[in-house]
């Protein structure tokens, strides 16, 4: 692994877990999903967290697998540097045979911002990131599509769908939800009812570096690093649609 700068360290580590979760899949088969998650969500963190303790030792790191004790060691929230790790976001769809939306996420917090960021696809053969970050589609006219959980979809995003003329999709992962929007599959992602930073942050920083809107569904900024990991709702969006859907919002929440 050639490590050239927090970019391309995001990359490279995402890619490589990602790697080796296709590995241990191909390896131990689909016939156990629940063995196999907790194999692949464990296999990544151990990864993750090794390769970052060697290749940035002064770094703290949020990691979803990483014990309750050390998500709230408050030494993080005054870390001048915080990397956030999801090893496996999709844990359901990457135990279910032929999905691809599941991801890596690996981001670094910086202050007050996201400053580098990567999200493997590991069965879509892609990576994408702040070194290289996407290129945005145009938007075009006519209905446009919203990314929304697959097993889980709030009832409030149909409401939102069906007032601003929108088809909704399911996906995975929400790495995979906002890579979509990236990579022009669909041109939103919204989500209300759950998730914590290391759902988001690393797709978030790519999605910032490729210029899309990113945002709470209220529209406040998207923080990290905080005392509850917590972050329960969020938009991504290409720029063109962002007032569209935060309007949108407001009067489902009036």
Known sequence: MTIRDDHALAADLATEAGERLLALRDREGFADPAGLRALGDRASHVFLMESLSRLRPSDCVLSEESSRE????????????????????????????GRSDWAVHVALWEGDRLTAGAVALPAQGRTLSTAEPPKLPA?????????????????????????????????????????????????????????YEWDSAAPVAVAQAAGAHTSRIDGTPLTYNRPDPSLPDI????????????????????
């Open 235 to 254: 938009l991504v969006s290409l720029p063109d649609l962002a007032s569209t859907l935060l309007a949108g919002i407001r009067d489902l929440h009036r």
């Open 70 to 97: 050390d998500r709230l060691d408050p030494r993080r929230l005054s870390a001048p540097r915080v990397w956030i790790v999801d090893p496996l976001d999709g844990t359901r769809e990457f135990a279910e045979e």
């Open 139 to 195: 938007l075009e006219r006519g209905r446009f599509r919203v990314a929304v959980s697959r097993t889980r979809p709030p009832e409030f995003v149909q409401n939102l769908a069906y007032l601003v003329g929108a088809d909704l999709v399911p996906i995975g992962s929400a790495g995979a939800k906002i890579s979509a929007v990236l990579t022009g599959d669909v041109e939103a992602y919204v989500h209300a009812g759950g998730q």
